[in-house]
């Protein structure tokens, strides 16, 4: 089991930057995958961008390019540096985790944080 808790959302204008943090309650050595989801009012959630333990990467095209995820595996955290930001970008993202190693980068996931807000005016 672990606990994840994101932080770091807010509200901004469009073309301005965030980062979002996600701390997990334990060493984070032992998870492979590690993502960022996001929900839109009325839109299904989508993977925004995933790592895992060997530094693998994927990026929703649409973020292609603005967004970085990174983990520190000191601080137990996964972080996602949001650039450029579209209101489009206006979402609840969602923090997510999985442990197996067999399991591909884009999930499934089964550990989900409570989620934090992002809100990018025009």
């Known amino acids: 089991q672990v606990q994840l808790v994101e932080s770091g959302g807010g509200l901004v204008q469009a073309g301005g930057s965030l980062r979002l943090s996600c701390a997990a309650s334990r060493s984070i050595f032992s998870i492979n995958a590690m993502g960022w989801y996001r929900q839109a009012p009325g839109k299904e959630r989508e993977l925004v961008a995933a790592i895992n333990s060997v530094g693998s990467t994927y990026y929703a095209d649409s973020v292609k390019g603005r967004f970085t995820i990174s983990r520190d595996y000191a601080k137990n955290t996964l972080y996602l540096q949001m650039n450029s930001l579209k209101p489009e970008d206006t979402a609840m993202y969602y923090c997510?985790?999985?442990?197996?190693?067999?399991?591909?980068?884009?999930?499934?996931?089964?550990?989900w944080g409570q989620g934090t807000q992002v809100t990018v005016s025009s």
């Open positions: 997510a985790a999985h442990e197996h190693f067999g399991r591909p980068l884009r999930g499934p996931y089964d550990y």
